[in-house]
C-alpha cells in the first residue's frame, strides 16, 4: 500500500504556477515519481512517446531511485520514454 504523502499547496497564493512544498526530499521524490510515472502509463495507453527533460546531479537522486524501484516492483515500463538530459 502507497504511503500517503502530505504537501502544502500554494497554487493560490503568491505564485503564479501550481506549486507545492513537501516535508523532505524523500515526499517530494515519491510525489515527482508518481506524477512520472502516471505520465508514461498514460502516454504508454495512447501508444505515443514520453517526453521527458530530466536534471542532472544529486538533487534528482532520490527522484530516480524511486522510479528504478517502480521498474523492478511495479513493472513500469521506459520502452516509449525519450529523455533530455539537462545540465547548466
Known amino acids: 500500500?502507497?504511503?500517503?504523502?502530505?504537501?502544502?499547496?500554494?497554487?493560490?497564493?503568491f505564485e503564479k504556477?501550481?506549486?507545492r512544498i513537501y516535508p523532505d526530499l524523500k515526499q517530494?521524490?515519491?510525489a515527482v515519481a508518481r506524477e512520472?510515472?502516471?505520465l508514461i502509463r498514460d502516454k504508454q495507453k495512447k501508444k505515443l512517446?514520453?517526453?521527458l527533460g530530466l536534471a542532472t546531479g544529486s538533487t534528482?537522486?532520490?527522484l530516480?531511485?524511486?522510479?528504478?524501484r517502480m521498474h523492478k516492483?511495479?513493472?513500469?515500463s521506459f520502452k516509449n520514454v525519450i529523455s533530455f538530459n539537462l545540465d547548466e
Open 17 to 19: 504556477i501550481p506549486v
Open 73 to 76: 516492483e511495479e513493472k513500469l
Open 60 to 62: 534528482p537522486k532520490t
Open 28 to 30: 517530494g521524490s515519491l
Open 36 to 38: 512520472i510515472a502516471d
Open 49 to 51: 512517446p514520453c517526453v
Open 64 to 68: 530516480y531511485a524511486e522510479l528504478v
Open 1 to 13: 500500500m502507497a504511503n500517503k504523502v502530505s504537501s502544502i499547496d500554494l497554487t493560490d497564493s
